[in-house]
């Protein structure tokens, strides 16, 4: 049976595994790469999904990295980077274009962007022909908020490493690795909620809050800065209860956090809503795969956890929004 290609790599077999799919990737990779060293019209390939570590597939792929996920890491995410790497080295200079003195910083009088580095760390600060352009170096990866807890927010010609939620700044400022520490009300998250069991929703919900950037589940947004994106409302991925009423925790004038089990979902959301729970099941919905067959999921109940009066935040984070 023929291995079927469609949009961004997806692919269809019975019986295949991810396997045959990295296999079936290295053979259009090595046909791409002969087409670019003989002269050919093929130059350059992307055929492949990218999927952000703890991005969640559709549920009718299975949920996880689904079918056709490939993540840093990966045997087919490895075969990719080694392919753009032989490309960069087959193509040709373009008429006006100078090499980078700086990685991806481009080139300007003087010798670069070094001035503008972060702590001397390469791909960090600013980069165009003028140095006007910011990096974003949370999206790039760039900086060095690694430590437990730490996160990354960008600034404008920087950024800064903040703690979670949950964390609190354990050293200096302008430092990342191993700054933050657990605070001591982070085991016990769910003391400060009170809920009216599995299934009962706040009756009437107050306005939804944008999800903190440094609350779980976040991730930098290469889009929010360019004003081509809305606020996110919900986390990226999967997330606990602890992590969910964590995110209400770091955003201000949180009052009630809604979450979904079946599905690891959360909303937060402002005051001025109802204090009463009402059972509200949510319908199951199908979805189609590939194979146009229908399937039926489970979409599970809301439960509201309403935060306590008089009972002070777990600490951690600012608040800002992902």
Known sequence: MPLLVEEHGKWLKAGASEADRNAFYEVVHDAVEASAAGGGPIVGVLFWSFQHPGQEAPRVEGGGRGLYGVRPGD??????????????????????????????????PGGGCLDTRIRGLPGTGREGSGC????????????????????????????????????????????????????????????AYRSGGPGKAQCGGGPLLAWPATAPGSRPDPLADSGRRGAAYEPYGKVSLPDCLLGCDAAPGCAVADYNPAVGRCRLRG?????????????????????????????????SFFRKEGVGRVGGGDGAAA
């Open 132 to 191: 006007e352009a910011d990096i974003n170096e949370c999206v790039r990866g760039t900086h060095d908020c690694t430590g437990e807890g730490a996160t990354c927010l960008n600034e404008d010609g920087g950024f800064r490493c903040a703690c979670r939620a949950g964390f609190l700044k354990g050293g200096a400022e302008d430092a990342g690795d191993g700054r933050c520490t657990p605070s001591p009300g982070l085991a016990t998250i769910s003391d």
């Open 271 to 303: 005051g001025g809503g109802s204090t009463e729970t009402c059972a509200v099941p949510e319908p199951a919905s199908t979805e189609t795969d590939q194979s146009l067959e229908p399937q039926i999921f489970e979409n599970g109940a809301w439960e």
């Open 75 to 108: 045997a087919a995410f490895e075969g990719a980077s080694a392919n753009a790497k032989a490309l960069a080295r087959l193509a040709k200079a373009m008429p006006g274009c100078t090499a980078a003195l700086d990685g991806p910083t481009l080139a300007r």
